[in-house]
Structure formats: structure tokens, C-alpha cells
């Protein structure tokens, strides 16, 4: 092999962050706060130099290199800050999803070993009612000015501002860093079994954030300012705090206020030209811009992913002046794999039919659809479907200490999304079915099986089938399908209200089928196709059925 001659320069968040203080010192990170207070607003010079500090911080509270540090925050610039220290520093910046259930977040905490945790002071109440399950935690940092919530008794507690503030200002001395080495890591629970962590390298975090800025996927540039309403514990808030810092755009933090309102009025104000978020979200937002016709003059487009994007929402931002563009991607797959942005020269129904797919396939990602029995790949002709596998760079190779979930990786070195579909021959993604009994609302992850197994706890119930009901907020909404026992009798209240004491109320089923049998496949096992077609059909008798507030 004739080697090339080119410089071997290593792909990291350190280089990200040089260049982002030296080039884009003037642009500005803006973080809402609880009306009629002011946004706070950062310039990355600022950030950039906290960030030096930072690193300091990170040293004196002991962090190893490679070690797991924690962050419990909504998106705001602290935790942009976090998102560029923690990975200079050699070490793992670990975004928890504050919206899981507290077992869920004892495992994760555990599991990755977090010694120093940040955490936003809204969030201390929760946090602190956590901290007996968390052994684990040496230190607590909060961020913000509120209560420690006693969580001093628990664990050594700090203020983020302070540590700042006695860090010694200017260049910190930051390590090497190689760019295979682990990033950032983020837990999925759309996975059986408990949450699963994907462990991001430096590589795939600075290649997929140079893919999320190419104009044929969500082309940010340094003319733009993006609202990053998905969370930044939600798969780097893809990518985009990563990307800001590339190009230079600056980024709007909703904080906690992610309502409707407070979005709209910060678009009008900031001069947002960009959002992202999942179809609830915008969906919410829309409902308000329909209504109130918020000034919406700044926007030019849109992300929107995490779940199917109806043709609807997109239809409806197009009568603001807005492009809402599909993607799909998975938290395995950091996430960007396509992005349905058709090509210039369609129009009407050919655009659409484009649009509403999931999108065209990202540079660098391989994609294949196999049998749902085998791995033989299917073609690509639009029509065959299958069950979607992807590879590459920004694509997991495995989970991190976990080989339980090591059959979701083929023997070859591909990943099984559990996402089942078909791709034409340009490559562009449709979605037709999913392989794994999950439902997704509103963004996160409700696990059929657990529902069920928890329904089936109670004395009433003999059997339970639990299945995704389309939602026009949530996309998706649990429908839990019971067969009462043997003279038993229970209402939906008193199987919600046995249901809420064991999950996270969002996770609760609202509406409920009474059946006599739960329809098995000849191996015995539940068969949902069955009752997902019995609901399409309008033969299941449905009692409740309210849609979340
Ligand atoms: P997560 O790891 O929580 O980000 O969830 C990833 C999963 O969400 C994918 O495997 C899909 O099942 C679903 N998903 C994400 N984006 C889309 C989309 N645009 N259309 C349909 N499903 C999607």
C-alpha cells in the first residue's frame, strides 16, 4: 500500500473548542429565565474563557481522565460550558435524562460510576429526593443560586459560579487528547431491559457535528442562531451545541421554559433562524403561532425528528415561512442519519413524497435493510421492507459495559435499529413499523413490557397487552389492552392509579381495551399485530382515552 502523506491531526473537542474562542468570540450563547427576567446572555469569548477556568475546576474536584462526569441541566450555558470542558479535560460528559424514572436513574448513575455530578438548581428537589439511591456521589455541584435541598448531607455540595470565581483565570493546560478516546455518554431506554449507555468518541462527536452543518442536512452557519429546544441530555441535543461552536452560530437555551409561549416570544426576540425539537414540541408551537401570529419573520427552518414528523406540522410551519425538515436517528447513532430535504427541482407531490419520508442517508452512513429472520439485505426499490441496519463513524459499536445488549450488533459490524422499512433507490428512508415493543411519547421511551408486567401484578388482571395508539400531541400514546380474571372487576382509575405509584406519571396508560383474550402467536406469545390491527380498524371498544395535558 502506497500511504497517503497527510498530517494525522486528531479529530476532538478540544480543537473545537480552540477554534471557537479564537474565531467566533463575538457570538453569543442566550439562556431564558423565569419572565419578566431578562435572558442571560454569553458571548463565546465569555464562555471560552469560563471554560479555561473550568478546566481548573474539573482538577480540583479530582476527575480522572476517562472518568464519567455528570450532569442533571436543562439547556442553558452552563451546561454549553460543561459540553466543551468535561471532553478537553480527557474525561466523560455524562447527560442524564432527567425525565426518567428514579430507578432508571439510580441504575444509570451507578452504572457509569459518576463521583461529581452538576446539577441545575430547578432540579435539586428531584436530585436531592434521588440522593439516598445514589451512594456513589461525592459532590454535588449546583448550578444557580437555589436551595442545595439538603443535599449537603448526602454528598460535599458546591456552586458552579463559585468554583468559577476561585479558579484562576486565563489558558488552563489542557491534555492531550486522543480522538478515539470517550467524549460524551448518553443512556437509552429504547432498549429491553435496563437503559443502555452509548459511549461517543471525540471522532464520531467532531465528524457527525461537521455532517449535522452541511447544507443538505441541517446547514447551520455562522449566519444562523439556533434554538436547540430538544434537551441537551437528550443525545447531545443533536449535536447542535457541538455544531454552534463550529461554525459560529449562536444558540438560544430555552432553559426550563420549553412551553409554547415562552419559545415563540424568544424566536421573536432573539431573531431565532432555527429550531429543533420533536413533533410534540413544535407541534405545541404551532398550535400557539397559528393562534397568536407571533412574529416568526427571523425563522427560516426547522428540525424535526425523534419520532414520525406528520405532514401536517410541516404544512403548517410552511404557513409561517418556515421549512420544517424531517430526520430520523437514533441515540446509538449520535443521531443524524438522514434528513428529508428533497431535491430543489420537485415540486408538489413529488416534494412531498419526499418530505414525508424520514429522509436521505447522511455521507458516511451505510444503511441496508435485511429479513426481519435473517440478514440477507433487501433492495432498494422503495417497496421491500425491512428491518433497518446502519454503520459508521457516529454509529455505537457496542454498549457501554453491558454485552446484554449485544445482540442489537450483526456479527458484520452493523447496528439493528428495530426500525422496520423500506429505501428507494436515491436513498431516501421510510419508515413503516417498529421491531421493538416500545412506545415513544412525546419523545421519550414507555416500555410495553413493563407496563404490562406491572398490570399484571394487580389481583384484577389475568392479562395485558400493551400497545402504541396514534396521538395527535404525543405521536404515540400507550392503549393497555387487559383481560380482567375470573369475576374480577377493575375500572381504568383504579388500574391508573395502581400503575402511577410504579412508573413516571407520563408513562401511565390513559386509555384502556377490555378484552376476553389477548390474541397469541403459535408459539404462544402475545400477538400484537393482531391488536394493532383491531385498533386500526375500529374494533377495539376503548374506555378513557384522554390525550395528556
Ligand atoms: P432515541 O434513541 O430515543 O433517540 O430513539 C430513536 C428511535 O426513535 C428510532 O429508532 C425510531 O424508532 C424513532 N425515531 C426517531 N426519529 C424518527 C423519525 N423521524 N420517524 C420515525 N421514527 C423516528
Not at 445482540?407 to 417498529?434: C, H, K, N, Y
Request: net charge negative.
Amino acid at each position: 500500500m502506497l500511504e497517503g502523506l497527510m498530517q494525522d491531526a486528531q479529530l476532538t473537542v478540544g480543537e473545537i473548542r480552540r477554534r471557537m474562542a479564537r474565531c467566533y468570540g463575538d457570538r453569543e450563547v442566550i439562556t431564558l429565565q423565569e419572565p419578566p427576567a431578562p435572558p442571560v446572555r454569553g458571548t463565546y469569548a465569555e464562555v471560552a474563557e469560563r471554560v479555561e477556568r473550568l478546566g481548573r475546576v474539573l482538577e480540583r474536584l479530582g476527575v480522572e481522565p476517562g472518568e464519567r462526569v455528570a450532569t442533571f441541566g436543562w439547556n442553558s450555558q452552563r451546561h454549553f460550558e460543561l459540553y466543551l470542558a468535561i471532553p478537553s479535560f480527557g474525561a466523560v460528559l455524562h447527560t442524564v435524562n432527567i425525565r426518567l424514572f428514579p430507578e432508571q436513574i439510580e441504575y444509570i448513575v451507578g452504572h457509569a460510576a459518576n463521583r461529581v455530578v452538576f446539577v441545575d438548581d430547578s432540579l435539586v428537589p428531584q436530585v436531592a429526593k434521588l440522593a439516598p439511591r445514589l451512594p456513589g456521589v461525592e459532590h454535588f455541584v449546583i448550578m444557580g443560586d437555589g436551595d442545595d435541598g439538603g443535599l449537603g448531607r448526602r454528598a460535599q455540595v458546591s456552586r458552579y459560579e463559585n468554583l468559577l470565581d476561585e479558579a484562576e483565570a486565563g489558558a488552563y493546560d489542557w491534555p492531550e487528547v486522543d480522538e478515539r478516546q470517550a467524549a460524551a455518554l448518553c443512556y437509552t431506554s429504547g432498549t429491553t431491559g435496563n437503559p443502555k449507555g452509548v459511549l461517543y468518541s471525540h471522532r464520531s462527536v467532531s465528524l457527525h457535528s461537521t455532517a449535522v452543518c452541511m447544507a443538505d442536512a441541517v446547514g447551520l452557519s455562522g449566519e444562523d442562531r439556533v434554538m436547540a429546544i430538544v434537551p441537551m441530555f437528550h443525545v447531545n441535543a443533536w449535536g447542535l451545541p457541538f455544531a454552534a461552536a463550529m461554525t459560529g452560530a449562536g444558540l438560544v437555551m430555552p432553559g426550563r421554559f420549553v412551553a409554547a409561549a415562552p419559545l415563540a416570544r424568544a424566536i421573536a426576540q432573539e431573531k431565532v433562524t432555527l429550531v429543533a425539537g420533536v413533533p410534540t414540541v413544535l407541534g405545541d408551537l404551532l398550535r400557539h403561532a397559528d393562534e397568536q401570529k407571533p412574529d416568526f419573520s427571523s425563522l427560516r427552518g426547522g428540525i424535526c425528528g425523534g419520532a414520525a414528523v406528520p405532514r401536517g406540522l410541516m404544512e403548517g410551519f410552511e404557513r409561517h415561512g418556515v421549512r420544517l425538515l424531517q430526520a430520523w436517528g437514533m441515540t446509538e447513532t449520535s443521531p443524524l442519519c438522514t434528513v428529508a430535504r428533497p431535491p430543489e427541482a420537485l415540486e408538489g407531490e413529488d416534494h412531498w413524497a419526499k418530505r414525508v419520508t424520514q429522509g436521505r442517508i447522511m455521507p458516511w452512513v451505510e444503511l441496508r435493510i435485511t429479513g426481519e429472520d435473517d440478514d440477507e439485505p433487501r433492495d432498494w426499490d422503495g417497496v421491500q421492507t425491512g428491518e433497518i441496519q446502519v454503520r459508521g463513524p457516529w454509529i455505537a459499536s457496542r454498549y457501554y459495559e453491558d454485552p446484554s445488549g449485544d445482540a442489537q450488533f450483526t456479527e458484520d459490524g452493523w447496528l439493528r435499529t428495530g426500525d422496520i422499512g423500506s429505501v428507494t433507490p436515491d436513498g431516501f428512508v421510510q419508515i413503516t413499523d417498529r421491531a421493538k415493543d416500545l412506545i415513544k411519547s412525546g419523545g421519550e421511551w414507555i416500555s410495553s413490557v413493563e407496563v404490562e408486567g406491572e398490570l399484571m401484578e394487580h389481583d384484577a388482571v389475568l392479562e395485558a397487552a400493551v400497545i402504541a395508539m396514534p396521538d395527535e400531541r404525543w405521536t404515540e400514546r400507550p392503549l393497555a389492552c387487559v383481560v380482567l380474571a375470573e369475576g374480577a372487576e377493575a375500572d381504568p382509575v383504579v388500574l391508573r392509579r395502581h400503575l402511577a405509584s410504579r412508573m413516571a406519571g407520563w408513562q401511565v396508560p390513559d386509555t384502556f381495551a377490555f378484552i376476553d383474550e389477548v390474541p397469541k402467536t403459535s408459539v404462544g406469545k402475545f400477538d400484537k399485530k393482531v391488536l394493532r390491527k383491531r385498533l386500526a380498524d375500529g374494533e377495539l371498544e376503548t374506555v378513557g382515552g384522554k390525550s395528556r395535558a
